[in-house]
Every structure is written in structure tokens, then in C-alpha cells.
């Protein structure tokens, strides 16, 4: 009996080695030598200025052309959205345009029926794994998660409840495919139009939201010059009153929600394709020049 109790002991101390130096060979590739996410491009912006910086969900992603804003405004700007991005994943943009002295002459940023989400995206969530032990930020992003104790102590826990995207398939496709986002500044186009999916906004527009207040607490606090804004939606959008209220929320708020009438410029109901992004990022650089 005591020589299957250290034998045991043996195999766990063998599989906490083993998982030890697989979660720091992960985490040093990922956070060194990979450069393929949102979190890598911006990391890869540090100490960088810009005139124009864009954060959002989606609808900054696939909507905002730094390319076409530049050309008429003769700034710099850059894209900074991120896929699916709520109130609390602003929030850490935000601190990391700190952490990564990236300076900001203003900042747009883009809200719409996310302001009522209390949850994370799940494309940062995974993205921002790896950085989870560097603390500050990072590590507060997920100390609400039931199991933060584990994705930050246990080794490769993180990994492997995420091995579909931070898998061995994954580091090895990432390695090999360079970051997709520096060529045109973050932004990512869609080609097409016609789909059918329609969107529907919420009824109403909720007040206890904590990190919408965070939100304004630290751009106060980092004396950021900023400014709302909310892209466009087309026009079968269901409940579009909605960003009427929303807008009632914002000091200044530029709102472009029913900008665009033309259905053959979105890719669905919420959704900007590339003529569309375009026409929309030309508005908003006109609207820039005549501050």
C-alpha cells in the first residue's frame, strides 16, 4: 500500500512538472514569438501616436477604414475593435493603451446594444490567456471567472480548457501565419450583401451596468480625449429607438445608426460590407475635420 501511495505521488509530481513546463513553453510563445491576435497587433502599436484611435466590437472591426480616414483627414488613425467586445472588454483596451504607452489624440468609442452586457468576448478571453500571470489588467479581466484560482495558478489549465484555440494546432497555425491585422491599420472587410439575418435591439436601456462607469472613471482619470459614437444599422433593424435613449446616456455621442439606407451596403442586419465601411469611415473623417 505505501509503494502505490508514492507511486502516486510520483505520477502527480510528474504530471504538475510536465504541465508546469508545457504552460511555460505556451505562455513564452505566445506572449514572445506569435503575433497573430488583436491583443498582438496593439502590443505591436506600442509607444506608437495616433491622431485617431478606433475601439469597439465588431462593428468597429469590419466598419472603421483607418486607410480612408487618414486619406481625408492627412492623420494617423488605427483600428482597435475587437470581435464581440462589451462594456468590461473596453474597459481593458483602455488600460492597455496605457500599459502599452500608446498615445491617443482622441478616442472613439463605438457603443450600441452592448452597453447593456455584463459578460466578456469570447475572442479576448481567449486572446488575453497567455498574459494572465503579468498581473494588473490582465489578471483583473478575469478575476470575476468561478474558476480565476485555476487559470492562474493551476498549470496549463488555461490551455487546456481552451485547447481548441490556444491548442498545439493553434500555436503551430499562428506561428506560421503572421498577424492578418497590420496590413490595414485593424480593419477587416466584409464582401457581400444580401443576408437575411435581422437584427433586433433591446427594449430598454439598463442603469446598473458597473463597468460602463469604470469606463468613464478612467478616461477622466487618464485625461483621455474622447468621444461615443454609434455605426450604422440597417434600416429593417428591429426596436431602433433604442440608441435614441442610449444616446441620452452620453454627454457627446455622434450617431450614425441610420446612416446608411441602402440594404446593398450591409453584409447583414448590423453589419457594414466593404462599400459601406468605406462610405461610413469617409462620413466620420469629414465629421473629424469639422471639430
Known amino acids: ?20 513546463a508545457l504552460d511555460g513553453l505556451y505562455t513564452y510563445l505566445y506572449t514572445n514569438k506569435i503575433d497573430a491576435t488583436r491583443i498582438d497587433f496593439i502590443k505591436s502599436q506600442s509607444g506608437k501616436k495616433f491622431d485617431h484611435v478606433f475601439i469597439g466590437s465588431s462593428r468597429v472591426v ?3 477604414n483607418p486607410d480612408v480616414i487618414d486619406s481625408i483627414t492627412g492623420g494617423q488613425s488605427v483600428n482597435f475593435g475587437i470581435m ?3 462594456p468590461q472588454d473596453i474597459l481593458i483596451i483602455i488600460k492597455l493603451l496605457d500599459y502599452y504607452k500608446i498615445e491617443v489624440g482622441k478616442l472613439y468609442i463605438q457603443t450600441d446594444y452592448y452597453y447593456n452586457s455584463i459578460d466578456k468576448s469570447n475572442f479576448l478571453f481567449v486572446d488575453l490567456l497567455p498574459y494572465i500571470k503579468e498581473g494588473g489588467a490582465f489578471s483583473e479581466y478575469y478575476s470575476n471567472e468561478d474558476d480565476y484560482f485555476y487559470l492562474r495558478n493551476l498549470p496549463f ?8 484555440k490556444l491548442g498545439l494546432r493553434s500555436l503551430l497555425a499562428a506561428a506560421y501565419g503572421g498577424n492578418k491585422f497590420e496590413k490595414n491599420k485593424g480593419f477587416v472587410p466584409l464582401i457581400g450583401s444580401g443576408h437575411a439575418w435581422q437584427r433586433e435591439l433591446p427594449e430598454r436601456v439598463k442603469d446598473d451596468n458597473p463597468y460602463n462607469q469604470e469606463i468613464q472613471s478612467l478616461l477622466e482619470k487618464m485625461e483621455i480625449n474622447y468621444l461615443y459614437f454609434v455605426a450604422p444599422f440597417r434600416s429593417d433593424t428591429k426596436n431602433i429607438h433604442f440608441i435614441e435613449k442610449l444616446t441620452k446616456r452620453y454627454e457627446a455621442i455622434w450617431d450614425f445608426s441610420q446612416l446608411v439606407p441602402e440594404s446593398e451596403k450591409f453584409k447583414n442586419g448590423y453589419h457594414l460590407n466593404y462599400e459601406g465601411a468605406n462610405e461610413f469611415s469617409a462620413v466620420i473623417a469629414n465629421r473629424i475635420l469639422e471639430q
Open 84 to 86: 464581440d467586445a462589451k
Open 1 to 20: 500500500m505505501k509503494k502505490f501511495g508514492l507511486f502516486v505521488l510520483k505520477m502527480f509530481l510528474v504530471g504538475v512538472f510536465i504541465g508546469a
Open 157 to 164: 489549465y488555461r490551455y487546456a480548457k481552451s485547447d481548441a
Open 62 to 64: 469590419n466598419h472603421i
